[in-house]
T-cell receptor
């Protein structure tokens, strides 16, 4: 069965430090990969997506993610975190089965300390 | 485009009352999704529609929940009767499938925060 795992429930980083949020998926079909961010009281906003091609994708707000097929991973990174990046981050995966729905991870809450 | 529109943004009701949540997807999108988000269970897919037709309602928790999409620009999620455990944030999302072999991004509304007393 398809599944998406975000192993870190909560991460705390200092402002200016680098960030990496982990995401792993399980399923054999071609994955379509997404990262969303949710600020308190808001809906989910798309940060970036991977469909094919270059495995390193750039997104909004200075975020990037790298698809590693051999590890079934799609980790999100940012070289220098800003206080405004504090939010909940969701990894989502779609699989080429004809259905257009996404499977979401459980989210990682990011706290940024000054 | 105004994005996905949901109403109301907040709803407080008493147990046993009927609750109706509304969603207007992005114009031209052919998929519409209803999600529920709670601290305990995270983000759950309740039901989704393709071209106004329900495709998968396996996430609907029980018969008290129902969803309709009478046309391409409007959907409702109804809870009757409501219970305190239904308290959650309900999100509507829409997407446009650009190819049958592809899964496209979903655009989320701001959510409706439901509190059942």
């Amino acid at each position: 069965a398809q599944s998406v795992t975000q192993p870190d429930i909560h991460i705390t980083v200092s402002e200016g430090a680098s960030l990496e949020l982990r995401c792993n998926y399980s399923y054999g079909a071609t994955p379509y990969l997404f990262w969303y961010v949710q600020s308190p009281g808001q809906g989910l906003q798309l940060l970036l997506k991977y469909f094919s091609g270059d495995t390193l994708v750039q997104g909004i707000k200075g975020f990037e993610a790298e698809f590693k097929r051999s590890q079934s991973s799609f980790n999100l990174r940012k070289p220098s975190v800003h206080w405004s990046d504090a939010a909940e981050y969701f990894c989502a995966v779609g699989f080429q089965t004809g259905a257009n729905n996404l499977f979401f991870g459980t989210g990682t809450r990011l706290t940024v300390i000054p | 485009d105004a994005g996905v529109i949901q109403s109301p943004r907040h709803e407080v009701t008493e147990m046993g009352q009927e609750v109706t949540l509304r969603c207007k997807p992005i114009s031209g999108h052919d998929y519409l999704f209803w999600y529920r988000q709670t601290m305990m269970r995270g983000l759950e897919l309740l039901i989704y529609f393709n071209n106004n037709v329900p495709i998968d309602d396996s996430g609907m928790p029980e018969d008290r929940f129902s969803a309709k999409m009478p046309n391409a620009s409007f959907s409702t999620l109804k809870i009757q009767p409501s219970e305190p455990r239904d308290s959650a944030v309900y999100f509507c999302a829409s997407s446009l499938q650009t190819s049958i072999t592809r899964v496209d991004e979903q655009f989320f509304g701001p959510g409706t925060r439901l509190t059942v007393l």
